[in-house]
């Protein structure tokens, strides 16, 4: 079975660094697409970040270039996102998936858990 747990969210000030981490179990995760998907309290859930399985080719939406970083280390089978000079309006549930992933086209179809990260002074 797919599995994705996530893990290292929480509160942080602005400007603050924080790295979110995902543990994926069911598959080999440096085989597929993985992607940060970020959700807003009244809006739809967007991807963040994306790597893909094969070229390890990444993709970032803009409001989070040169801040955010999409890395896997494949001896853990995880996924993980650094964020830097954290904004408040980076405050959202955090999810990791696995989908699809080509160029600016990025599509979850398995799901974690989802973990909150707040910006805040």
């Known amino acids: 079975q797919v599995q994705l747990v996530e893990s290292g969210g929480g509160l942080v000030q602005p400007g603050g660094s924080l790295i979110l981490s995902c543990e994926a179990s069911g598959f080999t995760l440096s085989r597929y697409a993985m992607g940060w998907f970020r959700q807003y309290p009244g809006k739809e859930r967007e991807a963040v970040a994306c790597i893909s399985g094969r070229s390890g080719n990444t993709f970032y939406i803009e409001a989070v270039k040169g801040r955010f970083t999409i890395s896997k280390d494949n001896d853990k089978n995880t996924v993980s996102l650094r964020m830097n000079n954290l904004k408040p309006e980076d405050t959202a549930t955090y999810y990791c998936?696995?989908?699809?992933?080509?160029?600016?086209?990025?599509?979850?179809?398995?799901w974690g858990q989802g973990t909150q990260v707040t910006v805040s002074s």
């Open positions: 998936a696995t989908g699809y992933y080509s160029g600016t086209y990025c599509r979850g179809d398995y």
